[in-house]
């Protein structure tokens, strides 16, 4: 198991960062990586509450994790703390051993520079999932949160 950690300024409130982290229509436009589109199944947007997740690659790669070219995963949010903390554990739904398990997404907001800090905690990432891999989706997917969030 192991661990990606990102740090991205955004030049944008952290209500306003806060909001999109926990807006499925929001999720559904950055929580994915440059060449995938999302779907969001299920959200529910509270302390207890799931969600269910689907990226699909725009071109055919066959290295999809739930079929050749979707990676579906579900979830739960644990905590919320408003305008401050987002934590939620997640899990691919795949019948890939390397590719299974529980991981905890821990993302932090504070204030910085007239706009806002994030720092994102990826835990436990299964042994099929290379880190560099996922800390560029991350990378990519947080560029979105920024366009989104400072165009207000």
Do not use: C
């Not at 689907?54 to 644990?78: C, E, I, M, N, W």
């Not at 051993?97 to 907001?109: C, H, N, S």
């Amino acid at each position: 198991m192991s661990t990606t950690r990102i740090r991205r300024h955004l030049n944008a409130p952290r209500a306003r960062v806060y909001r999109a982290l926990l807006d499925p229509r929001a999720v559904a436009t950055w929580m994915v990586p440059t060449g995938m589109t999302s779907h969001v199944h299920a959200f529910e947007p509270r302390e207890g509450g799931v969600f269910r997740i689907s990226l699909t690659y725009d071109a055919p790669t066959g290295t999809g994790k739930t079929t050749a070219q979707t990676d579906t995963y579900h979830g739960r949010f644990v905590k919320l703390v408003p305008d401050e903390q987002v934590v939620e554990v997640v899990e691919f739904e795949t019948a890939d051993p390397a590719l299974q398990g529980e991981m905890t997404i821990t993302i932090t907001l504070d204030d910085a520079d007239g706009g806002t800090e994030l720092f994102a905690v990826h835990d436990g990432l299964p042994p099929g999932v290379p880190p560099a891999d996922n800390e560029a989706g991350w990378r990519s997917s947080l560029a979105k949160l920024a366009g989104l969030v400072e165009r207000g």
